[in-house]
Nanobody, 132 residues
Framework: GVQLEESGGGSVQSGGSLRLSCTAS????????MGWYRHTPGNVCEWVSI???????HYTDSVKGRFTISRDNAKKTVTLQMNNLEPGDTAVYYC??????????????????????????WGQGTQVTISS
């Protein structure tokens, strides 16, 4: 089955950097859009960044210029490099996968519990904590 395994979360001070990775298996990775969502207060996950199957990258406004998403189809991984982190970036970050073209870019907010049902793949999440 579809599996997404996140790694790289942790705790850093404001202004620091973290690198999240998501390793995929069980589906056609190079035919899927891949993205990162994060858990906001309540049961709401908001989109952070998406890299489409053609390699085009998309970012929510609050992370533009600070975060960089990339994918390695050979290794079936998607990476989120997060620089100049702010306390507002504190959240659980989830990796997501969708084999429906351009579907993920239309899902900016969702109930976190619905992630596995809405997307073909949804990870377990990794905690990112930024202290001021």
């Amino acid at each position: 089955g579809v599996q997404l395994e996140e790694s790289g979360g942790g705790s850093v001070q404001s202004g620091g950097s973290l690198r999240l990775s998501c390793t995929a298996s069980g589906f056609t990775f190079d035919g899927s859009d891949m993205g990162w969502y994060r858990h906001t207060p309540g049961n709401v996950c908001e989109w952070v960044s998406i890299v489409s199957r053609d390699g085009s990258a998309h970012y929510t406004d609050s992370v533009k210029g600070r975060f960089t998403i990339s994918r390695d189809n050979a290794k079936k991984t998607v990476t989120l490099q997060m620089n100049n982190l702010e306390p507002g970036d504190t959240a659980v970050y989830y990796c997501a996968a969708s084999n429906i073209p351009d579907f993920m870019t239309g899902v900016q907010r969702l109930e976190c519990d619905s992630g596995p049902n809405i997307f073909g793949g949804w990870g377990q999440g990794t905690q990112v904590t930024i202290s001021s």
